[in-house]
């Protein structure tokens, strides 16, 4: 079992930075980290993940030129989130999965999830 746990968030306004983090218990078996974000009233959506190996980074279109992913270290990534948006406001979730073959972009396929971090864009 891999406990991870988020921290980072808060408010901010628009057109600001915020940089969250992901510390994980164990990274031996595991083959991607990635982050999700849950606005209320919607589904959990992909922001982004890293293949944790190689550190080969993705991210998800709406995120793709003001977000980055990146490792610290072998316990710890980073979300690095620029120019934010009030539609940027939700509960930012760090997940893991030590599956080689899975979707990355569906939250089904990370058996390990942190609890959360809020993050809220005021306008």
């Known amino acids: 079992q891999v406990q991870l746990v988020e921290s980072g968030g808060g408010l901010v306004q628009v057109g600001g930075s915020l940089r969250l983090s992901c510390t994980a218990s164990d990274t031996f078996s595991l083959y991607f980290m990635g982050w999700f974000r849950q606005a209320p009233g919607k589904e959990r959506e992909f922001v982004g993940a890293i293949r944790w190996g190689p550190g080969r980074t993705f991210l998800g279109d709406s995120v793709k030129d003001r977000f980055t992913i990146s490792k610290y270290d072998e316990n710890t990534m980073y979300l690095q989130m620029n120019n934010l948006k009030p539609e940027d406001t939700a509960v930012y979730y760090c997940?893991?999965?030590?599956?080689?073959?899975?979707?990355?972009?569906?939250?089904?396929?990370?058996?390990?999830w942190g609890q959360g971090t809020q993050v809220t864009v005021s306008s």
């Open positions: 997940a893991a999965s030590p599956i080689w073959g899975i979707s990355m972009t569906n939250s089904a396929d990370y058996p390990y």
